[in-house]
């Protein structure tokens, strides 16, 4: 699909679309209670709390305007691009991408201080209503977000904010990993018996 077709597309369309792509489920996994991330072949489930449930379909938003993809690299960036303009007051998205911004810049450096500078001049979703913004067309809530084509070049201000942010990451990212690790061999063990249970009615 080209940029022209997509633009077009309804943002819930284009939602359903993301959803497929990436093997979400027809509901994007939103209403899973726990969600897996994987450290190479290890699994880390961690609870889907109802902060995170509230946040997530707004961030699969983002990707959308943005068109950062949901590897690693892609995440990193889209955590970014998230810190740069804003989570409002969604503290679960602050604590979440200021960790993943720290890991960005790990594994791909300049790639997450591109996205960081771009969110810097965007606006993110995080203050606006889920729905109206459904029904709206991909171009349409681009430019709502004020996204732009590129990585404007970067100023002073961004670097020094990008600094702080990667301090508050080391804090976000140890606080994170002190409360989920813990809870993984229940996100496990809670995985297996799903999985137990889907064989069980088939």
């Not at 209670?33 to 997530?56: C, D, H, I, Q, S």
């Not at 084509?149 to 508050?168: C, E, I, K």
Request: aromatic content about 8%.
């Amino acid at each position: 699909m080209t940029p022209s077709e997509q633009g077009n597309l309804s943002m819930r369309e284009a939602r359903d679309r993301y959803f497929r792509d990436n093997g979400f489920g027809p509901d994007g996994g939103y209403a899973s209670p726990w969600v897996e991330l994987r450290l190479g072949p290890v699994p880390l489930p961690f609870p889907n709390t109802a902060a995170r449930k509230k946040a997530v379909p707004l961030h699969d938003l983002h990707h959308i305007v943005t068109g950062y993809a949901t590897d690693w690299r892609g995440e990193a960036e889209i955590s970014a691009w998230e810190i740069g303009a804003g989570c409002g007051a969604m503290v679960v998205a602050w604590q979440l991408n200021l960790s993943m911004m720290l890991v960005g810049t790990a594994i791909a450096p300049r790639r997450t201080f591109r996205a960081f500078v771009r969110g810097r001049r965007s606006r993110s979703f995080y203050r606006a209503a889920y729905e109206p913004l459904l029904a709206s067309t991909v171009r349409e809530a681009q430019a709502l977000a004020e996204v732009p084509a590129t990585a404007p070049a970067p100023r002073m201000s961004d670097a020094v904010l990008f600094g702080a942010s990667l301090l508050g990451g080391l804090v976000a990212f140890v606080s994170t990993g002190a409360l989920l690790v813990p809870l993984a061999p229940f996100g496990i063990l809670a995985g297996v018996l799903a999985k137990r249970q889907v064989g069980a009615k088939a």
